[in-house]
Each structure stands twice: as structure tokens, then as C-alpha cells.
């Protein structure tokens, strides 16, 4: 009977699960995909345990022999009063949902696989270390096996963006977790769909004028690249700032709400130019990041230029975007280099792919 890999992503908005086939030395078969808006600060810790038991009945069958590769960010989320209870909660969570699984495992800060005993001991091992499971297979297979020692790896998703510098092979990262990130340019709070749009500008352009922005959470960056054309309604897979609905004329009418207006008082030009406006500073956030970045390398006596830029999550139009700006001259998507169409769940398929090269290499 053959044995399976569940590679997950327990993030505070969004649970990412990839179901693989262990093939022995093979690469593994992917067998199911699957991405599901989760907003933990709405469903609560209950709500999580109670996802998780639906989630086995989808994924796991009567008999089947599967182990668990899981990563997290939902500590963060403020249904905890600190990341360790949230890292405990999630942890016996999936213990007791997946109570039958061969083996599992979560993935550390410092890239390693540890077992649910090390976690009780040592719960700041796996806060948000999702990245690290990217990390690890940017240089065990990127790397490694298909050449590329010198790239950066960018992946914005719903919420927030990550970068991992891969310099000569091994990940160069400088934070361990994510105020040290935020710090050192690995991360940017800002993602395609979820972020506050006051909290990338704190102005818009308002009938040949810049008007200051209420602080009040009116419109997202869904509503932004919507208006754009730079993602479609059904791309659009968060709450909306009003619980409304996701057309292009519900959208507009967020954004107007930024400067205190309305979709009576701006006409949809002017919506638009405020969307362009707050889009330029998205990209620009990222830039900087990547210049930062780009100077640590540079440093290092390695000229940055040479560098290929990875992109993945749903932000891709931002990644290349930025890269653009920041001199990169080659940006790839990582589903190109997989083979596989993981962009939008990656530390989520890394982290399966970490399973499978520790347990069966």
C-alpha cells in the first residue's frame, strides 16, 4: 500500500494542504491541491479544530497510510494572547485531528524537521517558519538540482511577502523570525489581497490635490488590483473590507471611501487614479526590500545583477514588477521550474518535499 505525504500551511488566514504519493526516491505524485480563505481572528480557536476534522474527511481515506510536514504563521493571529499559546494550539490541534497519521512532523527555524514532543519543549522552533520550509528547497533543489545557487526567491501572497536570498547555494537569511525579517528586508507586510490600503499610503490624489486618508478600514489591496485588471473577481478570495461583494463598481466604491468621498463625488477615473497611486507605492515597498537585500549581496564582493528573481503566491504582477525596477533582468515563476502549479501553496508543497528528502534520501 503505498504511503502519503500532507504538507501543510497553517496560516491565520489561509490553511494550504498538498496531498503527495511517496514514490521512494522518485519525485513524489501530487495528488490534491487544496486552498482554502480560513480568517482565524473571525472562526476562533474552536473554529480551527473543528476545520481541521472537515479538512481529514476531504484528504485522508479509510485505511490510507499517510504522515504529516506541517508549517505555521496562525500564531500570529490575535485569537492568542501570545504566539507560544498559538503555536500550542495549533500543534495539539493537529495532533488530535490527524491522531492516526504514521508519522508528524513541523518545520523549524532552523530547517529541520522536529517531532510534536520538540515543539511542547521548544514552541518559537516552528512560529512562523513557513519560510524556512521554502528555504530549505530553494537550496536542496534549486540549488541543487537544477543549478540556480544565485537567486532571490519572492513570493507575495494574500497578505503578506516574503524574500529569501539564495547566495552561493545556501539561503542567506539573517532573520529567524519575523521581527528580525521585517528588519533585515526578508519580509514585507503587504499582500495582493488583505492589506489595509491606508496602511501602504497615508495619501491619494484627489481632483489635482493629495488628500490625507481616513484611517478606517474602507478598502483593501483586492479592491486595488481589481479596479486594475490586475486580478478578476474570483482571484479575489478574502473578505472584503465591507463584507460586500467583489465586482469591479463594489470595489471603486471602497476605494472612494479612502479620502472620505464616494463613488458620487469621484467619478471612475478618478477611483482609478487613486488605485494607480496606491499601487506604485505597493511596488516601490517591495522595491526597497530588494534593494536592501540587493546591497547585502553586493557587499559580499557579488554582483547582484546576475541574479535570477523566483516568483511566487498570488502577487506575482507586483514581483515582476518590482524586480523590473530593481535591475533584476531574469524573473522566472517557480512553477516553470517545478513543473508543478504550487505557486499559490508553496511552503506548503516544500514542506512535503522536506518530508520525503529526510525520510526516504
Known amino acids: ?70 508549517c505555521m504563521t496562525a500564531e500570529l493571529c490575535d485569537v492568542y494572547r501570545v504566539k507560544r499559546e498559538g503555536v500550542l494550539h495549533v500543534a495539539n490541534s493537529l495532533k488530535k485531528t490527524f491522531d492516526d497519521a504514521l508519522e508528524m512532523y513541523f518545520v523549524s527555524v532552523d530547517r529541520r524537521l522536529i517531532e510534536y514532543e520538540e515543539v511542547l519543549k521548544e514552541p518559537l522552533k516552528v512560529a512562523a517558519a513557513n519560510w524556512a520550509a521554502s528555504a530549505y528547497y530553494l537550496e536542496r533543489v534549486v540549488a541543487v538540482e537544477k543549478g540556480l545557487k544565485n537567486c532571490i526567491f519572492i513570493d507575495i501572497g494574500s497578505t503578506t511577502t516574503t524574500i529569501i536570498p539564495i547566495v552561493e547555494g545556501r539561503a542567506d537569511i539573517r532573520g529567524l523570525n519575523d521581527p528580525e525579517k521585517l528588519t533585515w528586508g526578508e519580509l514585507v507586510y503587504l499582500g495582493a489581497l488583505r492589506s489595509n490600503v491606508v496602511a501602504i499610503v497615508d495619501k491619494v490624489p ?11 478600514k474602507f478598502s483593501l489591496s483586492g479592491d486595488v488590483h481589481l479596479v486594475l485588471g490586475k486580478i478578476t473577481s474570483e482571484e479575489y478570495t478574502t473578505e472584503t473590507a465591507d463584507g460586500r461583494g467583489v465586482s469591479i463598481r463594489e470595489a471603486m466604491e471602497r476605494l472612494a471611501r479612502v479620502p472620505c468621498a464616494d463613488a458620487e463625488l469621484l467619478n471612475e477615473y478618478e477611483i482609478k487614479e487613486i488605485a494607480r497611486y496606491v499601487y506604485e507605492v505597493e511596488v516601490f515597498k517591495v522595491f526597497e526590500a530588494l534593494v536592501q537585500i540587493r546591497s547585502r549581496i553586493a557587499s559580499k564582493g557579488i554582483n547582484p545583477d546576475e541574479f535570477t528573481v523566483i516568483s511566487a503566491g498570488s502577487g506575482d504582477f507586483l514581483i515582476k514588477e518590482a524586480a523590473r525596477r530593481a535591475g533584476f533582468k531574469r524573473i522566472i515563476h517557480i512553477d516553470d521550474l517545478v513543473g508543478e502549479r504550487v505557486a499559490s501553496i508553496f511552503p506548503a508543497y516544500a514542506s512535503a518535499i522536506m518530508y520525503v528528502k529526510e525520510r526516504y534520501s
Not at 500551511?9 to 480560513?38: H, Q, T, W
Not at 484627489?206 to 488628500?211: H, N, Q
Open 1 to 70: 500500500m503505498p504511503v502519503y505525504v500532507l504538507g501543510m500551511d497553517i496560516g491565520g488566514a489561509n490553511i494550504k494542504i498538498v496531498s503527495m504519493k511517496i514514490k521512494g526516491r522518485e519525485k513524489p505524485e501530487i495528488c490534491s491541491i487544496l486552498r482554502e480563505y480560513f480568517p482565524l481572528w473571525i472562526h476562533g480557536k474552536k473554529g480551527l479544530e473543528n476545520k481541521l476534522k472537515e479538512l481529514k474527511k476531504r484528504l485522508v481515506t479509510q485505511g490510507m497510510k499517510y504522515a504529516i510536514s506541517a
Open 206 to 216: 484627489y481632483k489635482g490635490l493629495f488628500a490625507r486618508v481616513s484611517t478606517e
